[in-house]
């Protein structure tokens, strides 16, 4: 990690969290690096995104359906119990509370309808935890649309009942017996798929990474964690603004969505990694999945296997605006272990009634670890954005207590 202090004045220029400068780049990072095909294919993406993003028609379609079908705005829930034993008043954002439990269903909703006004009868989706599969294959009954969802064995194992939901809603589940058969492998089968079915397929990328214009327009179907947040955090706090805003990272949608909220407030931003999927903390530079970002690799440049006991931080690398946030000192990635992900998991069920995922549990476990170390001064306003429930996770659980 680099030797300098943590976090730099937030930098005000509306370029931060903005759109990407020319061709998908943010800093150093970002771009479009496939095949022929699927650069003509995310041309077309990027065209259609950019009308129907300043569409009225749209929005408010995507609103309405964000609000009658996926429950939103979620709620911002004061942690009192929790609070009070770690000396701040820490706020959840709710994600947890969408309908299929995880944020992910904003960006898909965005992207289906997306895929609707380009014509396309299919969405093709990569999952790792099984919540961006659910959210896909959701979407697609609700809009009259066929799903067709690529996800490593070992993660097809550990998850069986957002397999099964998936199979539910009339998906199809493919899986994926190469490399680590996690969510990398399932990235890059799904980005297969797509080259030979880009007529009539849009391609959902589940997060904020893979090739422009992928990594701005999925932050941007996420900016509704960030922008309620923020209207609900002046409601709530004297001083409007939270001193901390934190958020898990696997690829770094919901904490990008989070943050894009708060990226020109004085706001302290905070993403937390699993240790062994510690993209934007010790990623080097590399291309990947279609863009060039942080991941982890040996000395050849090989991408190494990210471990993680929560599927959705099983990623060896971080969206590329992540990348560029940390260079600027905007934000700061910190990881933590396993273990504690765990034990912030059973603490919060046990001092709030709320089971959180493994993923989200790793943001708590660095707020829990920050407090107790003094990093997290006594009295501080911290807001975290609790990404999914725990249902998914109850067998990797069981295992343990
Ligand atoms: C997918 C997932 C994540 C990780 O994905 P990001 O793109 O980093 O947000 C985190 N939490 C939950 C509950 C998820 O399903």
Known sequence: MRNVSPWRE????????GEPRGRGRFGAYGGRYAPESLVEACREV??????????PGFRGALAELLALHAGRPTPLTPARRMSEELGLRLYLKREDLTHTGSHKINNVLGQALLAVRMGRRKLIAETGAGQHGVATATAAALLGLEATVFMGERDIERQALNVFRMRMLGAEVIPVTTGSRTLKDATSEAMRHWVGATGDS?????SVVGPDPYPWMVREFQRVIGDEAREQCAAALRTGVPDHVIACVGGGSNAAGTFAGFADTPARLTGVEAEGGAGAARGRLGVLHGCRSLFLQDDDGQINQAHSIAAGLDYPGVGP??????DLGRARYVTVTDDEAVGAAIRL???????????????LAWVIRAADGGELPAGSTVLMTLSGRGDKDISTLKELL
């Not at 937030?10 to 969290?17: A, D, E, F, I």
């Not at 990027?46 to 569409?55: N, S």
């Not at 605006?321 to 940390?326: D, K, N, S």
């Open 10 to 17: 937030p930098v005000h220029s509306t370029g931060t969290m």
């Open 46 to 55: 990027e065209e259609v995104f950019r009308e129907a993003w300043v569409d």
């Open 202 to 206: 849009h391609y959902c990328v589940g």
């Open 321 to 326: 605006e992540h990348a560029h946030l940390r």
């Open 349 to 363: 069920a046990r001092t709030e009634g709320i089971v959180p995922a493994l993923e989200s549990a790793h943001a």
